[in-house]
């Protein structure tokens, strides 16, 4: 058994420091790099891909809406080849700072990533906007949804993503950040919980049913404030259970 361990980083800009990248990147599998619409920028995207390729983590991409001061999380309504471009501008940006080999993924960021997983004609315009810049480059997509299924259909190599630091609502979806609980900041409670997502292939939803779900990848939010706490947590539970960590690899899923 095994399973990809990944974290949203580089998501610092300018003299805006957020997140303990460094200290996070020795501990996880693959990284999803901010492209600067959200967070990040050059010089912030550079630093990242170095110190992950130093650290032989894996390396992606991750796009999101043009909006800094929303830190991405608020939806915006755009014309679907507006996305589809967005997207392909985004990857290729951060392709550029990846030395001598592709890019390992794609996982859109925030307010994108929660409506594609609703929203297929979204999900698609992601997914064909990614294939444009390498058809064989992964997605990562919340299970069971839509961006799987948008995946399928450009036929895009995907990974279901599940989240160990995030409540969950009875449809699968995760429970939006406004309200209460939606985020979970025990180390020892999230890790106990990934190890049952993981053995279980289910979670429990934050009003009690039983949500059935794939688990090919795990994601813990850099931006947690206990996230440092938790991936440590997390390798030790994983550990303790005879689960494996290494990156998502196709060939295996």
């Not at 399973?3 to 800009?13: K, R, T, W, Y």
């Not at 106990?192 to 688990?215: N, S």
Request: one cysteine or more; hydrophobic letters at 45%.
């Amino acid at each position: 058994m095994r399973v990809d361990l990944n974290s949203d980083l580089g998501e610092s800009f300018g003299h805006y420091v957020l997140g303990n990248d460094d200290q996070i990147l020795p501990l996880i599998t693959s990284a999803n790099v901010a492209c600067g619409y959200h967070a990040g920028d050059p010089n912030v995207m550079a630093k990242t891909v170095a110190v992950a390729e130093q650290n032989g983590v894996a390396i992606g991409a991750h796009p999101s809406y043009p909006d800094r001061v929303g830190f991405g999380r608020r939806r915006m309504d755009m014309q679907l080849e507006n996305v589809e471009n967005m997207i392909t501008y985004q990857v290729a940006a951060l392709q550029g700072f990846v030395k001598g080999h592709r890019l390992h993924h794609v996982k859109p960021h925030g307010a994108l990533y929660n409506a594609a997983a609703k929203d297929l004609p979204l999900a698609l315009a992601i997914c064909r906007g990614i294939k444009r810049v390498d058809p064989e480059l992964p997605i990562y997509g919340l299970a069971g949804s839509q961006l799987i299924v948008a995946a399928r259909e450009v036929g895009l190599p995907y990974a279901s993503e599940v989240f160990a630091d995030r409540a969950y609502q009875a449809d699968g979806t995760l429970v939006p950040r406004v309200k209460p609980h939606s985020v979970l900041h025990d180390p020892q409670a999230v890790a106990e919980r990934a190890v049952g997502m993981i053995k279980e292939h289910a979670v429990t939803a934050i009003t009690g049913e039983r949500v059935e779900l794939e688990v090919d990848t795990i994601c813990v939010h850099g931006d947690n404030e206990e996230a440092l706490a938790i991936v440590r947590a997390l390798r030790s539970a994983l550990k303790d259970a005879a689960i494996a960590i290494a990156p998502f690899d196709p060939r295996h899923a």
